[in-house]
């Protein structure tokens, strides 16, 4: 048996994963309405939406299994989603990478599956929709091409559910998104003992903009900071927009210094955007910083408050470090 590879991009598709706050959901009846019809279309017990998680294959919607998540170590989906197209298995017992795999020498009993990635922004691959069978048997062209169909609609619901995460604005997280995420990102490293660093932003004179510019003019200045925190940043650090012109980011195995490093990244940005931009404002902010340890059990919303109140403390103060 072969153990699938990573993806090349497999921390940013990871965290995608968890920003679409899926993981985990109860069974919905638009996902459910798409497995039904193809394990009805194409006349297999099983049918899947199956999404690959760290360490699991998690099954958003299941028609024909009993159970709800697999081992990723030992699942089809896990190779799928390494290519761009339907992976087709006509016979795991004659293929090389699956033949003494126990989900084929033991139940489901697997000889076909074709699965087809599921593709989301900037091309990550969440998982599959994928089609089982515990007899051999060969896609047609027309059932490659219907698989592809009933993926494409699996992909709209999908993104479908992360317009309630997602802000419109920015195309960041919004609050429920981002402590949803945080949240699953400080447990990670408490199990694994790692440090982070939350960091809450609060833009400066914003109201002024708003004011003074029109409101057009504040959006757009929205945009711009949550551009250039994002890319300041690494891509597997959380970002989020909490609300008005307050954001927040939680940078995972990050140590003190390594934040701090991040924080001067994103002040030179920030100062070549005011240099270039010539829009009669600059973009100005204040910044709380907390930092956590990766040993005790701690609460998203008990950081966000902490740092909330440092940050305001250092824009009452009119420290130096105020950007």
Known sequence: MQLPDQPSDELHRLATLRAYNILD????ERFDRLTRLARRLFNVPIALVSLVDMNRQWFKSCQGLEVQETPRDISFCGHAIL???IMEVPDAQEDLRFHDNPLVTGEPNIRFYAGCPLVVTDGVKLGTLCLIDTVPRHLTEEDRQLLTDLACMAEQEISAMQLATMDALTQISNRRGFEALAQHALGVCQRLGL?????????NEFKAINDNLGHAEGDRALRDFARLIQCSLRNSDVVGRLGGDEFAVLLT????EETQHALARLEGKVGEHNQRDGRGYPLRYSVGQIDYNGRD???IGRLLAEAD???YAQKRGQRPSQR
Do not use: Y
């Open 253 to 256: 195995n990050a140590s003190a």
């Open 83 to 85: 290519g761009n197209e």
């Open 195 to 203: 440090p982070a660093s939350l960091l809450f932003f609060d833009m």
């Open 309 to 311: 109140a440092l940050m």
């Open 25 to 28: 959901t109860l069974p919905e």
């Open 297 to 299: 059990p701690v609460e």
